[in-house]
């Protein structure tokens, strides 16, 4: 049976981040809890691959080159097929301001790296809707 969660099953996830490293280790974490991975490795990729793919929750690290998170949270929230896609940033640096700014452009969550599987799992339950 494995670690999956029968919740999760199925699920749409995209990760965005330039470290092919954490893109890997979300991925493997998240396939095994049951979900379906789409991965992208800067702003302006997941911008093209979230109208393609349609997924149901995104995690976008902070600091990315061309299109960083901040950027990438604010095209998705103004997007109105996309407005109310539950937007996780995720970030090595955790401070007050950049909560704040991550609030500003939309963002339900903050999740520090390195995140934990019930870090991304928690997140993905607290905010899509057909989890909970």
């Known amino acids: 049976m494995g670690d999956t969660d029968e919740s999760l099953k199925g699920l749409k996830v995209m990760v965005v981040d330039d470290s092919k ?6 991925e493997s974490l998240l396939t095994k809890a049951g979900c379906e991975v789409v991965t992208a490795g800067d702003g302006f990729e997941s911008l093209a ?5 349609e997924p149901d929750i995104i ?29 996780i940033m995720l970030t090595s640096k955790d401070s007050i301001f950049d909560r704040a700014r991550g609030r500003l452009v939309g963002s339900e969550q903050y999740l520090t790296k390195p995140f934990s599987k019930e870090d ?7 905010h899509v809707a057909s989890v909970q």
């Open 21 to 26: 490293t954490i893109r890997r280790s979300a």
């Open 49 to 53: 691959k979230i109208a393609e793919h």
């Open 59 to 87: 995690f976008v690290d902070i600091m990315m080159p061309r299109l960083d998170g901040y950027q990438a949270c604010a095209l998705i929230k103004h997007n109105s097929r996309f407005r109310d896609t539950p937007v």
């Open 120 to 126: 991304l799992l928690g997140a993905i339950k607290e």
